[in-house]
């Protein structure tokens, strides 16, 4: 079974729609990349899958649960992480992750703690309120407290951002660990040579719908047309492209 599935999701902002009839699926264990140009609808997409701002029409399953139905099962199974953190500003970084292992329910959570702060590096911020902290703590801070309840789906939009050389390592390390120990991931990213690392399948999204959908293999051999050496990036580019005449009139 797929951990998400999504069907022909649309959301309207009044008459405007910022994503149409998009569709994609994540099985367990599987890295999906979200890829599109500035207002594409990636952060809409992101947005409808977390239950944040529900679908005006179609539909989201998170591990068999209607992210409208069904939210609070739903959103049980997931970790949204957004590209700018959100912390309480009163709150050390143990206070909360304290207070997400209460929101989550999670018991004896004690032991998983210092795993998390060594993982990134804040055991010696572990008391430390989030005006101490750096952009790229405060960003690593809210990827430990997703992580804290195990969650079966990961949604990332930017998580690299602020993130020095070795912060970027860890990273991607912790995503792929995660993603090997069987939870469902979707990445969205500008740096598509992330995406191209770490990524098993790639949707790309333009002007609020669905224009490629596949492997990464897959979608540079339709760019490469016999040629080798094809990045992603190129891919994207070729695949994004607009003709001269909507170019002119945008």
Same mark, same amino acid.
């Given at each position: 079974?797929n ?11 009044g008459?405007f729609a ?12 599987e890295?999906l990349?979200?890829?599109g140009p500035n207002?594409a609808?990636k ?9 944040i ?5 179609g ?14 099962e739903?959103?049980k199974?997931?970790a949204?992480?957004?590209d700018e953190?959100r912390l =309480?500003d009163? @709150?050390t970084?143990?206070?909360h992750? *304290? %207070?997400?292992a209460?929101?989550? /329910?999670?018991?004896? =959570?004690?032991p @998983?703690v210092?795993?998390?702060?060594? *993982? %990134?590096?804040?055991?010696d911020? /572990?008391?430390a309120?989030?005006?101490e @902290?750096?952009r790229g ?8 407290c997703?992580?804290?309840h195990?969650?079966?789906i990961l949604?990332?939009d930017e998580?690299?951002t602020?993130?020095?050389?070795l912060?970027?390592?860890?990273m ?5 660990r ?5 939870a469902a ?6 740096l598509?040579h992330l ?7 790639v ?6 719908a669905?224009?490629a959908y596949?492997?990464?293999d897959?979608?540079?051999?339709q ?9 992603l ?13 909507a170019r002119s009139?945008?």
């Open positions: 079974m951990a998400i599935e999504v069907v022909n999701l649309t959301k309207k902002y008459s910022a994503v149409k009839e998009f569709s994609f699926a994540v099985k367990p264990g890295v990349g979200l890829v207002g609808g952060t809409t997409t992101l947005r409808a899958l977390a239950g701002h529900p679908p005006s029409d539909q989201v399953r998170l591990c068999g649960f209607d992210i409208v139905n069904d939210a609070v739903a959103k199974r997931l949204f992480f957004p953190p =309480f009163y @709150l970084v143990d206070e992750l *304290e %207070f997400t209460g929101i989550y /329910r999670v018991r004896d =959570f004690r @998983l210092d795993p998390l702060l060594d *993982e %990134f590096e804040l055991r911020k /572990r008391r309120l989030p005006s @902290l750096s703590m405060k960003q690593k801070l809210m990827i430990a997703g992580f804290l195990a969650p079966e949604i990332f998580p690299l602020g993130l020095d050389p912060g970027i390592r860890r991607k390390e912790s995503i792929t995660r993603a090997k120990a069987g991931v979707v990445l969205s990213s500008h598509l995406v191209e690392e770490l990524c098993d399948t949707v790309i999204i333009q002007d609020g669905r224009v596949g492997t990464i897959d979608l540079k051999w760019i490469a047309q016999g040629r080798g050496g094809v990045s990036e190129e891919a994207f580019l070729k695949i994004t492209e607009k003709p001269a005449e009139t945008t």
